[in-house]
């Protein structure tokens, strides 16, 4: 412990453990060392943990294979053979013909910890962009590869957060990047001044022209890609101190003086470019719209009085939109009660018709480009794997690609959506699975899981990991609380800033209901949350640790007076409030985890994950709010941490890591919850 005190605007705020903030100095290494030491002795004697983990990988062992997207003549996937680290990025010439592999990071170096960061096709299918990040960072550095050679070009461009949009003649991309962080630095340093850069194909990238950057505005996050006819470049504002707010600001590449344009720049509401028709640029907007909406703006007449609406806001939440069909249709995904629910369109706005599915679940998908006569798109649920299917606009009908063959019987288990009342009133859904043959008696080991922020909806999809929990014989219970997107943005609203206590008292009424209802007790009931919902986690374990029988926050954002100070932290201001505003900081110190854990308490047993590559939200967090927590802990429960070496924001590099984690987790809840008994 230290004696470091800070003065916020009279108020004087210990910070005893300020020092754990520093991840690579000795006294934090060895104390690192000491509380992975501590974990493993306690993971390391549960018999259940080697069945879990060889549970997990026979279940992992199948077939998977994401969604296929075509540019050009080729259609381009990505395949797990079952228990490969990595997906495989392929190519092939038809849906069902000869996979040719392009990125196999199963064959990357082992040692540099490389993982596939992402991937970007040229239009015509002939050249591919692909990334890689070190460690799980978010820190990416792009490739460039022909195609139909499989030959890597020269160039290399680092730094970056971000994807990145070929110029449509194929002469190079758009992308955008940070300065260089100190070295040493590069896992806590804030990211500020982004910038948008062009690279041509075949040149150094100190040699990139400098597109667009707003020294002025340090904290504006921006992108940029250029539209498909290749006439525009596209550049998103987003400005980090409002809400869900953000411009749109153009280039016309054909125009001489290439100046730009800013087409939305009051920051009045949330857009989104669908695409464009000529001079017509398509958007979904929650402008007068919490639902969100569809309008055209011609740029040649942009004035709001010329302003067109195509598909107006329904009760039904508005959640994606495509531009397919050779523009000439709309396909418009919407969500009720967290299920899917998809729509096709004219262009003009004139409602086609319904799709039709399988059953409730959830749609990701219809993507494409404007010009693509045939799409694809996944639908899953709970108890439903990823079936993926094309649907052709031709002729109006889908067709059945692929599904993975699990290995296990899914129609022994329930999935079910309830609703319950909350600490004011407000109705909530909550999704549930368990066993088929369940008895209301309280006895069920249950794992309540939730994330509650920046308007990320909690949609029922299917977990290949949640399969051994069932096995297990848990209930796996997901409530969508206010802060989520579930019912639009009045939703995600409900639950910022000082309203941040109404998504923990959703999180508690999720519990006491699953008590109440005779789903569980409190000793076999177990929080988790990652992120976001580690936060959740962590404040709710503050706040009701009698209600708990075990916690598992992960990654989470503890320090909410000093968040901002780190890499991209200060993006969130907007969501949890600025602690550098005095009235901003009161409510942050009322809710901040790190600073409300109460010492002489009795605490449940919690395991506190984190990583110490993790460059979203630093290891420092979890850090100090266990080293915390452990000092305050006033009964005999293990506060116990598992930290991830050379890992980043998702805690595990690769498919075997992954399932480490899963396993090593299962294996606490086996523990603390008694679920031999």
């Not at 992402?118 to 550095?141: F, N």
């Not at 396909?331 to 629910?341: E, F, G, K, T, V």
């Not at 309203?499 to 508690?508: A, E, K, L, Q, S």
């Not at 929080?527 to 959740?536: A, D, H, K, M, V």
Request: contains cysteine.
């Amino acid at each position: 412990m230290s004696d470091q005190v800070d003065d916020y605007f009279g108020t004087l705020v210990p910070d005893p453990y300020r020092w754990l903030e520093d991840v690579s100095s000795v006294e934090t290494l060895a104390w690192i060392a000491a509380q992975n030491e501590l974990w493993n002795s306690f993971i390391e004697i549960i018999p259940r943990r080697n069945w879990i983990r060889e549970r997990l990988e026979e279940l992992y062992d199948y077939q998977r294979y994401s969604m296929p997207y075509r540019r050009g003549e080729r259609y381009f996937i990505h395949l797990n053979d079952g228990l490969q680290d990595h997906y495989v990025f392929c190519s092939r010439s038809s849906l069902d013909g000869e996979l040719t592999v392009l990125i196999n990071p199963n064959e990357f170096p082992e040692d540099e910890r490389l993982s596939l960061a992402g991937t970007s096709v040229t239009d015509d299918g002939e050249l591919l962009a692909w990334a890689t990040c070190e460690s799980g960072s978010d820190w990416s550095t792009w490739y460039v590869m022909d195609i139909e050679t499989r030959a890597a070009l020269s160039d290399t461009i680092r730094w970056t957060k971000g994807g990145v949009s070929w110029k449509a003649d194929n002469s190079g991309f758009y992308y955008t990047r940070y300065d260089e962080p100190e070295e040493g630095q590069e896992y806590l340093e804030r990211n500020e001044n982004q910038r948008i850069f062009f690279h041509r194909l075949g040149t150094l990238q100190e040699q990139d022209s400098l597109v667009y950057e707003r020294p002025d505005k340090p904290e504006w996050m921006i992108g940029a890609y250029e539209t498909e006819d290749g006439r525009y470049l596209i550049i998103y504002i987003y400005d980090t101190n409002l809400v869900r707010k953000n411009g749109i600001f153009y280039i016309d590449l054909l125009s001489e003086d290439s100046q730009v344009v800013e087409l939305l720049g009051d920051f009045d509401a949330g857009y989104s470019l669908i695409g464009n028709v000529s001079e017509e640029f398509y958007f979904r907007t929650d402008l007068d719209a919490p639902h969100d909406r569809i309008i055209c703006i011609d740029i040649t007449e942009p004035s709001r009085e010329e302003w067109r609406e195509v598909v107006q806001e329904s009760e039904e939440i508005l959640e994606r939109v495509s531009i397919l069909n050779n523009s000439e249709s709309l396909i418009l995904q919407y969500s009720w009660d967290a299920y899917s629910r998809v729509y096709l369109y004219n262009i003009q706005g004139e409602l086609q018709k319904e799709l039709e599915f399988p059953s409730q679940g959830t749609i990701w998908g219809f993507g494409g480009l404007q010009s693509d006569t045939e799409t694809f798109y996944l639908f899953s649920s709970l108890l439903h794997p990823g079936e993926v299917y094309s649907y052709d606009f031709e002729s109006g009908e889908s067709t059945f690609l692929w599904a993975p063959e699990i290995n296990a019987d899914l129609s022994v288990y329930e999935e079910k959506q309830v609703f319950f009342e909350s600490h004011d009133g407000t109705m909530i859904p909550m999704f549930l699975v368990y066993s088929r043959d369940i008895e209301l008696d309280g006895s069920n080991p249950t794992l309540l899981t939730g994330y509650g922020g920046f308007g990320a909806s909690m949609n029922p999809w299917f977990s290949t990991s949640r399969l051994v929990w069932l096995e297990m014989g848990g209930i796996y219970a997901i409530p969508c609380i206010r802060g989520g997107g579930e019912y639009g943005e009045e939703w995600h609203l409900a639950g910022i800033k000082e309203n941040r206590p109404v998504v923990f008292g959703d999180f508690i009424c999720a519990a006491e209901y699953l008590i109440d209802e005779g789903y569980t007790s409190t000793p076999k009931l177990a929080i988790s949350g990652g992120s976001n919902g580690g936060t959740l986690v962590a404040a709710c374990l503050n706040m009701r640790p009698d209600l708990f029988g075990a916690a598992a926050p992960a990654m989470g954002v503890m320090d909410l007076l000093r968040f901002h100070l780190f890499t991209v932290g200060w993006a969130w201001t907007s969501e949890y409030g600025d602690p550098d505003d005095p009235e901003e900081f009161k409510f942050l110190l009322d809710y901040s985890p790190y600073h409300n854990i109460e010492p002489g308490i009795e605490y449940p047993p919690v395991l506190i994950s984190t990583a110490d590559h993790d460059d979203r939200v630093v290891p420092g967090h979890s850090f100090k709010y266990g080293a915390r927590l452990q000092a305050a802990q006033a009964g005999d429960a293990p506060i116990l941490m598992s930290i991830h070496s050379r890992a980043g924001h998702g805690g595990a590099v690769g498919l075997s890591e992954g399932l480490d984690r899963t396993s090593d987790s299962y294996a606490f809840f086996w523990q603390i919850l008694k679920m031999d008994e």
